[in-house]
């Protein structure tokens, strides 16, 4: 049997990813137990795979983190015996310390591996916000992670992140893919006539004021568009009474935007429409869902000139200069000139490249649980 650890997963992208996961490991032989903490979308996770007969949930209340790192250390170590477990699956990214089995981590949070996020802290001087963001957890997360043998990611870059901070000479690396890319799953590019107006899609969770997501390059951007007098509306997956108080947010836009709050997938779908851009000012992303969504529903995507953007989307992806709102607006302007045909040729060598490029990588995560299973004799 093979433990899944999706302790810690919640959000909308955690649970996308642990949806596709967990409909690879459907019917292959294995036994899992699922070990998760309660929450909304995960009893919608449960109720969809309860079905299955290899699949057992055990859902745990997660008090905070110290209490996480008790149950997964000390707690972890009875339910292996109990359910005999062969090999622990660290889904949520963690690991466990002296484990007397293989165990995999998958890295998808690189707040604790990018030395960008420190400058970004220490120019802000929210010197105590990194201290209790940042730098207690990656102390904690390093050293996990340093035990570890069999590390999972989601492109080549976090790879080269993590090298920045540990060595990674004798572990062995797993590029996994988390994301549908078959060529009949991406959309015809929408059409593009940039008389009228402009549609800004910004999707972002209830943590949009952390400072990796670095929102404020988006408000500043929108700001200049409306003095400028541009003909555009903001869509926000975020409510008005979460922007209200947020001192990221500028009031001047409430009469130009849209607040959807939270909504499903399929609602989202409905949201990439003609002219519509995709905006994101990520610092740092392992993957960027949101970016991936944008360019498999044929619109256009705009991302910051990073490492991740480069290796995950591809040279062709539009970008703007971090922490440059005018580098945005000048980039947008740029678009602005282009006619639909260029605009769709671009769109289309995204999702090329896209396509192209998760081939290149695991497409099951059973896969590489047959050759750590395998190489271990278990």
């Known amino acids: 049997?093979?433990?899944?650890?999706?302790?810690?997963?919640?959000?909308?992208?955690?649970?996308?990813?642990?949806?596709?996961?967990?409909?690879?490991?459907?019917?292959?032989?294995?036994?899992?137990?699922?070990?998760?903490?309660?929450?909304?979308?995960?009893?919608?996770?449960?109720?969809?795979?309860?079905?299955?007969?290899?699949?057992?949930f055990l859902v745990v209340e997660n008090k905070n983190f110290l209490y996480r790192l008790y149950y997964e250390n000390i707690v972890f170590r009875k339910i292996i015996k109990e359910y005999k477990i062969d090999l622990v699956y660290n889904f949520s990214g963690t690991a466990q310390f002296f484990l007397p089995i293989p165990q995999i981590v998958k890295v998808h949070n690189l707040l604790f591996y990018s030395k960008k996020i420190n400058k970004v802290y220490f120019e802000k001087k929210e010197y105590f916000k990194w201290i209790k963001q940042i730098f207690l957890k990656r102390l904690v997360f390093h050293s996990m992670i340093k035990q570890t043998q069999y590390i999972?990611?989601?492109?080549?870059?976090?790879?080269?992140?993590?090298?920045?901070?540990?060595?990674?000479?004798?572990?062995?690396?797993?590029?996994?893919?988390?994301?549908?890319?078959?060529?009949?799953?991406?959309?015809?590019?929408?059409?593009?006539?940039?008389?009228?107006?402009?549609?800004?899609?910004?999707?972002?969770?209830?943590?949009?004021?952390?400072?990796?997501?670095?929102?404020?390059?988006?408000?500043?951007?929108?700001?200049?568009?409306?003095?400028?007098?541009?003909?555009?509306?903001?869509?926000?997956?975020?409510?008005?009474?979460?922007?209200?108080?947020?001192?990221?947010?500028?009031?001047?836009?409430?009469e130009k935007t849209k607040f959807l709050g939270y909504i499903s997938k399929e609602e989202l779908k409905k949201q990439f429409q003609n002219n519509t851009i995709l905006v994101s000012t990520s610092v740092i992303e392992t993957l960027g869902l949101h970016v991936i969504e944008g360019i498999?529903?044929?619109?256009?995507?705009?991302?910051?000139?990073?490492?991740?953007?480069?290796?995950?989307?591809?040279?062709?992806?539009?970008?703007?200069k971090l922490f440059d709102s005018q580098s945005l607006v000048s980039r947008v302007k740029k678009l602005t000139s282009y006619d639909n045909n260029q605009i769709e040729d671009i769109i289309l060598k995204n999702q090329n490249y896209l396509i192209s490029n998760e081939k290149q990588k695991y497409n099951s995560i059973v896969k590489i649980f047959d050759e750590i299973l395998k190489e271990k004799n278990v």
Request: hydrophobic share 40%; with cysteine; charged share 25%.
């Open 1 to 56: 049997m093979i433990l899944i650890n999706a302790f810690g997963i919640q959000d909308s992208g955690g649970i996308t990813v642990l949806n596709k996961l967990l409909l690879e490991c459907i019917n292959n032989g294995y036994s899992f137990l699922v070990v998760c903490n309660k929450n909304y979308n995960i009893n919608t996770i449960i109720s969809r795979y309860n079905v299955y007969p290899n699949f057992k």
């Open 152 to 254: 999972e990611v989601q492109s080549n870059h976090v790879k080269e992140y993590i090298s920045d901070f540990i060595d990674i000479s004798k572990k062995q690396f797993f590029i996994k893919s988390d994301i549908e890319a078959s060529k009949n799953l991406f959309e015809t590019p929408k059409q593009y006539d940039f008389s009228k107006k402009i549609r800004f899609l910004y999707i972002v969770g209830p943590h949009f004021e952390y400072l990796h997501k670095n929102f404020e390059d988006f408000v500043k951007a929108m700001i200049e568009f409306k003095k400028e007098g541009f003909d555009f509306e903001v869509i926000v997956t975020l409510t008005k009474e979460q922007l209200v108080d947020s001192t990221l947010w500028d009031k001047n836009l409430d």
């Open 296 to 320: 498999q529903n044929g619109v256009l995507t705009i991302s910051p000139d990073e490492l991740y953007a480069k290796e995950v989307y591809g040279e062709d992806i539009i970008t703007y």
